[in-house]
């Protein structure tokens, strides 16, 4: 076992025994000096104890010193000792001492100096970590602001989604009843035709009978004329309808089609805005993302209408 393990043993086995601080260093000042012959000081006593603050062994150390010169005194004058030896321990004693007195002073600076320079930079990363807090704090809540803002547009857009999908299925029901619409009125239009054909083949065959029916042919003629004019009218009025229908289909078709591209604009503007909120993304980068986007949405608005 080495000198320093044993050392460290007997300190160990000392505090149980003195739990006060300053009682614990002056007995391992006594220790180091007349067990170990190593002269204590400050830096050495923390080191080894490290309890209390860093004036606590600088204390101690002074206290054993005074007590040791108070004691080597008693003993250089006990009246056995020859007066030469007693001079000599004396001289002796008193260099010692100033010697010590001199180390513990200077350990003492030493440990003042290394604590004044711990406190002082421990009190620069406290005002610099209160800064860091305030910063991290603030720049916190501004992205909390702009996430809130960036979900409530998420949920706008959301709804017009909702609301043009809506409106695209309705035009979708008008455009299938336009066409069912367009395939009666064809249908019409082909009955129309059929009957003209029979009149047509009618008035063929009636002009084959005139000879046999001079009497009727004024009476006949007349009803034909008035059957095909009703015809020309009833055709040219389905016809005029189907004109008009044909050119609302057109109408509604375009239409729908502007509002698919309205609509694939705002669903291109939501996903860009939901990657806008992601852990990974900067804020600045999705401003201008989200002002592109409403320039497109601006874009889109006055295409549909």
Known sequence: MTDETRLQADIEALRPRFPDTQDLYREVCT???FRYGITPTANKLYQLVRKGSMSAPAEALAKFWENLREKSRVRIEHPDIPEVLRDAAGELTAKLWQQARALADEAC????????QKIDAATQAAVLAKQQE???????????????????????????????EGLRKGLEQQIDQLTSQRQELAAFVEATREAEQRSADEHRRLLLE?????GNATRIQKELDSVKSATDKAV?????????ALQQVDQL????????????SLRTERDQLQKLIAPD?????????LRSAGVNKGLAKRRVR
């Open 31 to 33: 220790v180091l000096f």
């Open 109 to 116: 600076a030493s440990v003042r100096l290394e604590a004044q």
């Open 253 to 264: 078709r375009q239409h729908s089609a502007e509002l698919e591209v309205a609509h694939a």
């Open 281 to 289: 993304e900067g804020i600045r980068p999705s401003l201008a993302r």
């Open 210 to 214: 005139v000879d046999r029916e001079r």
């Open 134 to 164: 305030a910063l991290v704090s603030q720049e916190l809540q501004s992205a909390q602001t702009h996430s809130t803002a960036l979900m409530d547009q998420i949920r706008l857009l959301e709804q017009r989604l909702a609301h043009d």
């Open 236 to 244: 040219k009025a389905q016809s005029d309808k189907l004109a008009q």
